[in-house]
């Protein structure tokens, strides 16, 4: 695709001064693409209106055009112009989690262009709570389609650093608002089922869910080949370059590690470990928000492989129990 020049614009995470958010306004309206936090991840973000902008956002990742991106929006009044139709379960869903880490796939308005879908009826919508990304989209005044902003099927980027490194050239505008608190992409909920189905585990728990619309079906697998699946294709996903192991149990982790050039990503803290170790928090929520960073820092050291010690297979850990075993999935 043509090279551009990426312009970063630094923002206060909590209260952006307008003139560079009016600037990557300006952007978005032109059909340009602008990378901006969200509490998740950084999007990758396009006037979600604009097919010809949206399609920019394919080329610039190498993203397959059957995986359709996510809508961002500020209020209700741009639902309207996104959503064919709210069901019930969605109104009660966006009522407890929005603004937040939840999208909502509901059936599509006809405004929205086919290449942010996939060519399929349905679309997925997210009112976002970052203080960045809600200030983004409201000056833009169009919903903005924003997939995270990475190459396809590589590490998502929890800091502007790591969209400068993957996307340089390539996205016009950065708005470098720092790290993302979540850190983990949104959970994606389909309620055009009954019961709604959960596409992929994220940040609001299946728990937290089942709490406001009763039992939830869940599938776990092959979300990331969109509307039309083609198995096996975007399994290895969230992968950093280097070979990815999960191990499970501190013994086997140790014995591991002291072979060759190894990263180690240690659930907790990790005295007497070898190898380059990162010690993530042994809590899910503090876990995912160091994840894709530590992933971020260990690819950059050209090792023969990173160890990853495995969390417990409780619930609490399933959002990131996905991430990192599509990070370990080689194909
Ligand atoms: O936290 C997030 O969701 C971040 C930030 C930027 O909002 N975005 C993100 O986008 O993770 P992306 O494109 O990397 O992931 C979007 C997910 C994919 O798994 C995609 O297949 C699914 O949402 N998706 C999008 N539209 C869909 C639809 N109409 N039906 C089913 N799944 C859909
Ligand atoms: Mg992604």
Same mark, same amino acid.
């Given at each position: 695709?043509? =090279?551009?020049?990426?312009?970063?614009?630094?923002?206060?995470?909590?209260?952006?001064?307008?003139?560079?958010?009016?600037?990557?306004?300006?952007?978005?309206?032109?059909? !340009?693409?602008?990378?901006?936090?969200?509490?998740?991840?950084?999007?990758? $973000?396009?006037?979600?209106?604009?097919?010809?902008?949206?399609?920019?956002?394919?080329?610039?990742?190498?993203?397959?055009?059957?995986?359709?991106?996510?809508?961002?929006?500020?209020?209700?009044?741009?639902?309207?112009?996104?959503?064919?139709?709210?069901?019930?379960?969605?109104?009660?869903?966006?009522?407890?989690? !929005?603004?937040?880490?939840?999208?909502?796939?509901?059936?599509?308005?006809?405004?929205?262009?086919?290449?942010?879908? $996939? $060519?399929?009826?349905?679309?997925?919508?997210?009112?976002?709570?970052?203080?960045?990304?809600?200030?983004?989209?409201?000056?833009?005044?169009?919903?903005?389609?924003?997939?995270?902003?990475?190459?396809?099927?590589?590490?998502?980027?929890?800091?502007?650093?790591?969209?400068?490194?993957?996307?340089?050239?390539?996205?016009?505008?950065?708005?470098?608002?720092?790290?993302?608190?979540?850190?983990?992409?949104?959970?994606?909920?389909?309620?055009?089922?009954?019961?709604?189905?959960?596409?992929?585990?994220?940040?609001?728990?299946?728990?937290?869910? =089942?709490?406001?619309?009763?039992?939830?079906?869940?599938?776990?697998?092959?979300? =990331?080949?969109?509307?039309?699946?083609?198995?096996?294709?975007?399994?290895?996903?969230?992968?950093?370059?280097?070979?990815?192991?999960?191990?499970? $149990?501190?013994? #086997?982790?140790?014995?591991?590690?002291?072979?060759?050039?190894?990263?180690?990503?240690?659930?907790?803290?990790?005295?007497?470990?070898?190898?380059?170790?990162?010690?993530?928090?042994?809590?899910?929520?503090?876990?995912?928000?160091?994840?894709?960073?530590?992933?971020?820092?260990?690819?950059?050291?050209?090792?023969? #492989?990173?160890?990853?010690?495995?969390?417990?297979?409780?619930?609490?850990?399933?959002?990131? #129990?996905?991430?990192?075993? #599509?990070?370990?999935?080689?194909?």
């Amino acid at each position: 695709m043509d =090279e551009t020049i990426t312009l970063v614009l630094r923002v206060a995470p909590d209260e952006p001064s307008p003139g560079p958010i009016a600037t990557a306004a300006a952007a978005l309206r032109r059909g !340009w693409l602008v990378a901006f936090p969200t509490e998740t991840v950084y999007g990758l $973000g396009a006037n979600a209106l604009d097919p010809a902008a949206v399609g920019t956002i394919f080329r610039a990742k190498g993203r397959p055009p059957t995986n359709p991106v996510i809508v961002h929006v500020a209020d209700e009044g741009m639902l309207t112009l996104v959503a064919a139709d709210w069901p019930p379960a969605a109104a009660a869903l966006a009522r407890a989690f !929005w603004p937040g880490p939840l999208t909502l796939v509901v059936p599509k308005a006809a405004a929205v262009p086919d290449v942010v879908t $996939g $060519g399929g009826p349905t679309v997925a919508v997210r009112r976002p709570t970052h203080p960045v990304a809600q200030a983004l989209i409201r000056a833009a005044g169009v919903p903005v389609a924003a997939p995270s902003a990475n190459r396809s099927a590589e590490l998502s980027p929890t800091r502007a650093e790591h969209v400068l490194a993957g996307l340089s050239g390539r996205v016009d505008v950065i708005l470098d608002g720092g790290p993302t608190p979540a850190g983990i992409e949104s959970t994606v909920v389909d309620v055009t089922t009954s019961p709604p189905t959960v596409l992929r585990p994220g940040p609001i728990s299946v728990e937290q869910l =089942e709490a406001v619309v009763g039992p939830v079906a869940q599938r776990t697998k092959g979300v =990331e080949s969109g509307p039309s699946p083609s198995p096996g294709m975007m399994a290895r996903h969230y992968a950093p370059r280097t070979p990815v192991e999960l191990v499970a $149990g501190r013994d #086997r982790l140790v014995g591991l590690a002291s072979r060759g050039r190894v990263g180690v990503l240690a659930l907790g803290p990790a005295a007497g470990v070898p190898g380059e170790v990162v010690a993530l928090p042994a809590d899910p929520a503090g876990y995912a928000a160091r994840l894709y960073a530590a992933l971020h820092d260990l690819d950059a050291l050209n090792l023969d #492989r990173v160890l990853i010690e495995e969390p417990p297979a409780t619930p609490e850990w399933l959002a990131v #129990r996905d991430r990192l075993t #599509r990070a370990a999935t080689l194909e």
